[in-house]
């Protein structure tokens, strides 16, 4: 099994960035990093000590790997430019099935980090579940051994799988965050500090690492607080779209049953 050593990272966000990051501190060698944009494609290449283009054609085409950590909507547009040689090519969607690859590859697969990412924040890759999945047996090996130098959570599951668990992870991160924002915005608009509820939000979030959502589900939705709900209903008339999500959710949780 030819291990994986030298690796072209195709994209220059976020999970791009933190994975390129991850790979360099464990002693991968960064081939060359590209991008659409010639100055992020820099910077990323300037941080791995590593080389770039805003080219596809001018990709090198003598890497072990070459990780393709770009939208959805830009995958097949950017892989169909690429010579990859045959040499093993994933991407990093949540979403993409392993079968959009195929054409332009002998020997290609997925490597999703399920987590959340931005460049002005650090994370602990070893902490990061690594999702694996390819079209062959030597092929999920080589990905296996690059993955547990990152970390040891890692899972083999198919594209279907994979579909279900980045819809699950929308609503426990994107959909989370989004509420986030709204309390920030109703905080704000009335001259509160939103760090006042910052301990609220930490401990929820710690709370769902030793009880089930379910088991930890608070407020006045839970208690069937009529009284209460209404009277949050009426203080959002001036956020009418925010009304609709405070009823809609408020109606789930009452109906909430996962026996």
């Known amino acids: 099994m030819k291990e994986i050593n030298q690796i072209v990272i195709i994209g220059s966000g976020n999970v791009a960035t933190h994975l390129s990051l991850a790979l360099k501190e464990v002693e991968k060698e960064i081939l060359q990093v590209y991008s659409r944009t010639a100055a992020n494609a820099k ?16 990709v090198a085409g003598n890497a072990d790997l070459y990780i393709i950590a770009v939208s959805d909507d830009a995958l097949i547009q950017v892989a169909e430019r690429i010579n990859f040689n045959n040499n093993l090519v994933v991407h990093t969607s949540g979403s993409a099935t392993i079968d959009v690859l195929k054409n332009f590859s002998s020997n290609y697969g997925v490597f999703y980090p399920l987590q959340t990412f931005s460049k002005s924040r650090k994370v602990d890759f070893s902490e990061i579940p690594v999702c ?7 092929n999920i090996e080589r990905l296996k051994s690059l993955a547990l130098s990152l970390t040891d959570k890692i899972y083999f599951i198919d594209s279907e799988k994979r579909r279900t668990l980045h819809l699950a992870a929308v609503f426990a991160s994107n959909f989370s965050n989004f509420m986030y924002s709204i309390a920030q915005k109703i905080v704000q608009d009335n001259e509160l500090d939103f760090d006042m509820l910052k301990p609220l939000i930490q401990e929820t979030a710690e709370k769902v690492q030793q009880v089930l959502p379910e088991d930890a589900q608070t407020g ?19 956020y009418p779209e925010y009304q609709e999500l405070y009823r809609i959710l408020s109606e789930g949780i009452g109906k909430m049953d996962f026996d």
């Open 220 to 238: 006045p939705a839970k208690r069937g607080d009529e009284m209460i709900m209404k009277l949050h209903v009426e203080m959002l008339k001036d």
């Open 132 to 138: 694996i999945e390819a079209n062959n047996i030597e």
């Open 43 to 58: 910077i990323l290449a300037g941080n791995v000590e590593a080389n770039f283009t805003t080219e596809p054609e001018e």
